[in-house]
């Protein structure tokens, strides 16, 4: 039975390279066994081992960027299963490339469920972490933190805190490890125990302050500190704790499935958009960033009862960097007027944060978003919606409502009736302002705008009663 070593639970790196030699020589998932560490324990006692047989040299082999990227996060969960299923999923799409993209598919469903609940964790560790202030014996401060993640994710978010609190010393214990940052360098030691973590009130007021000031985005650098980190001072550290690709490493699968948005310890909503406001500024997610102007993100107030999701921004909302300033952003406030719904109490955002288009002339002709597309940005609303926490959340045309649901809907069987989300609130859909914008016939476009203004109104009344 070949056995693979890995050396850590999130060894992505061991796995793939296991992973790759084990498929070139055909040998069947059921056959492999998967050991982390040194550590085999019982379940392999009595079983013949055997090394996992080395790649030939010339050996070609490829897999779709997507299922590195759905790998790279999945072994980060807890489940001592992932890496047969990685393994499972990686054999089955060398005879069928089309397979990552089949979402129906059992096994592909449970990998990408295994990644989103590691992207949450990942985010619940950077939303909810409290950092305690304790003096060190030079008489400075070092701010500690006790978080007990669910999944093996402290590596892979290590450069994100590294970032984020570059000119103060810091410790994250957890109980499978700890990491360490004092200003210059990131050290990992084991995992810890809670007694090992300082009591009493976080350091509420002062990491407020400290957030408010890293969020300003004038000040912000995003990612210049890591690539700036002097490595001279990496050489002085004790050689058992420097690790040095833990930042690499974490950087990288980082930007592939940030999910940044975080409150302040005691929770401030409005710095955890903020944060997130920035981190969608440079998502490359997708290739939709790359001829657009900017990331245009969701704005209004952080704990507003009714969210509005849009389908991507047009030409102008591309340019002013807010949504719904065009065209359907004005039919859009008449209706939300003539509904009684305020605008500005209420947070509207869009599916896809950039402008997708083909150029015709000097002209940018919108174009729809594509199901991968509307997928990759997902990310961005589920964390929004997880922010702001709305009662009422209302999906405007297709784009949105797929966004919204994870599946595609008709709007006309959808429409009027509200469905329950995951979180428990109530989601509505409704059609895009531009479906009335293109409707030629006078009597049918005011018709169908009654109808969308009736469909505001409900969504209003909604949010009102659910809110209290
Ligand atoms: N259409 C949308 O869906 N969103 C906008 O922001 C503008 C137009």
Redesign the pocket.
């Known amino acids: 039975m070949p056995l693979a070593k890995l050396q850590a639970q999130d060894d992505f790196d061991g796995w793939r390279t296991a992973a790759r030699a084990l498929a070139l020589a055909d040998v069947p998932a059921e056959q492999v066994s998967w050991q982390v560490g040194d550590d085999v324990g019982d379940l392999f006692a009595g079983i013949a081992e055997t090394p996992v047989p080395p790649a030939p040299a010339d050996a070609t082999f490829s897999v779709s960027r997507g299922f590195v990227d759905l790998a790279e996060t999945v072994i980060l969960h807890a489940d001592p299963e992932r890496f047969g299923l990685l393994y499972t999923m990686l054999r089955r799409l060398r005879a069928q490339p089309g397979l990552i993209d089949d979402h129906a598919d059992p096994l592909r469903r449970r990998l990408e469920d295994m990644a989103k609940a590691v992207r949450r964790d990942i985010h619940k560790m950077r939303a909810f972490l409290r950092f305690r202030e304790v003096v060190e014996a030079d008489g400075q401060p070092r701010f500690v933190a006790w978080f007990e993640p669910e999944h093996h994710i402290v590596r892979a978010n290590a450069g994100f805190f590294v970032r984020r609190f570059a000119s103060m010393r810091w410790s994250i214990l957890t109980p499978e490890a700890t990491i360490h940052w004092d200003g210059e360098a990131l050290t990992e030691g084991p995992g810890a125990a809670r007694a090992d973590a300082p009591d009493g009130d976080p350091v509420e007021d002062a990491w407020k302050t400290y957030y408010a000031s890293i969020f300003n985005p004038a000040r912000l650098k995003t990612g210049s500190m890591i690539k700036e980190m002097p490595k001279k001072y990496w050489r002085n550290m004790p050689e058992t704790a420097l690790v040095p690709g833990l930042i690499a490493g974490a950087q990288h699968r980082e930007s592939q499935m940030i999910d940044t948005a975080r409150a302040a310890p005691g929770g401030n909503a409005q710095l955890a958009l903020d944060a997130l406001r920035e981190e969608a500024a440079g998502c490359k997610r997708c290739p939709l960033w790359k001829p657009a102007t900017q990331t245009?993100f969701g704005e209004g107030p952080p704990d507003a009862k009714l969210l509005f999701i849009?389908?991507?921004?047009?030409d102008q909302?591309d340019l002013a960097g807010r949504?719904?300033v065009?065209p359907?952003?004005q039919l859009f406030d008449r209706a939300m007027a003539d509904a009684g719904v305020d605008r500005a109490t209420t947070y509207v955002s869009?599916a896809v944060k950039h402008f997708k288009y083909e150029p015709r002339g000097k002209r940018r002709i919108h174009s729809k978003p594509n199901g991968s597309e509307i997928e990759a940005c997902r990310w961005w609303i589920e964390q929004e919606r997880e922010i702001v926490k709305p009662a009422v959340t209302v999906a405007?045309g297709a784009t949105a409502a797929q966004s919204l649901l994870g599946r595609v809907v008709t709007i006309s069987r959808t429409r009027g009736a509200p469905i329950a989300l995951a979180d428990g609130s109530e989601g509505w859909v409704t059609v895009?302002p531009?479906f009335l914008l293109r409707i030629p016939e006078e009597d049918r476009r005011a018709e169908e705008y009654a109808r969308f203004v009736e469909d505001l109104r409900r969504v209003g009344e909604r949010a009102r009663t659910l809110a209290g």
């Open positions: 245009v849009g389908e991507q921004p047009g909302e949504p719904f065009g359907a952003g869009n405007l895009h531009s």
